[in-house]
């Protein structure tokens, strides 16, 4: 069992930058791909990025490449999303998610276990 910890979520502006932090508790979250979804208002939750359990195999949704980076702590039981250049459509609650089982992460959410309580991020124009 892991528990997922969400935070460094906030209110910023078109073109800044925010890194969020997923702190991991529980079992070994070394063992864990784990992955950052988010979910604006109105819509489903979608796939942002992925990092196999070793911190390699990184995969980025097609609207998030090039501006945010999936990264991980193993030491330190945490995961980070480095987010630049933010967009008012970045707007969205962002949830990390631990996956048991395999190597790298998914961009499906149901292939997930665990899941924080989300982090709110919010870019004005």
């Known amino acids: 069992q892991v528990r997922l910890v969400e935070s460094g979520g906030g209110l910023v502006q078109a073109g800044d930058s925010l890194r969020l932090s997923c702190a991991a508790s529980?079992?070994?979250?070394?063992?864990?791909?784990m992955g950052w979804f988010r979910q604006a208002p109105g819509k489903e939750r979608e796939f942002v990025a992925s990092?196999?359990?070793?911190?390699?195999?990184?995969y980025y949704a097609d609207s998030v490449k090039g501006r945010f980076t999936i990264f991980r702590d193993n030491a330190k039981n945490m995961g980070y999303l480095q987010m630049h250049s933010l967009k008012p459509e970045d707007t969205a609650v962002y949830y990390c998610?631990?996956?048991?089982?395999?190597?790298?992460?998914?961009?499906?959410?149901?292939?997930?276990?665990?899941w924080g309580q989300g982090t709110q991020v919010t870019v004005s124009s």
């Open positions: 998610a631990a996956r048991r089982g395999a190597y790298g992460g998914s961009r499906y959410e149901d292939e997930y276990d665990y």
């Open positions: 529980g079992d070994t979250f070394s063992r864990y791909p």
């Open positions: 990092i196999g359990w070793t911190g390699g195999a990184t």
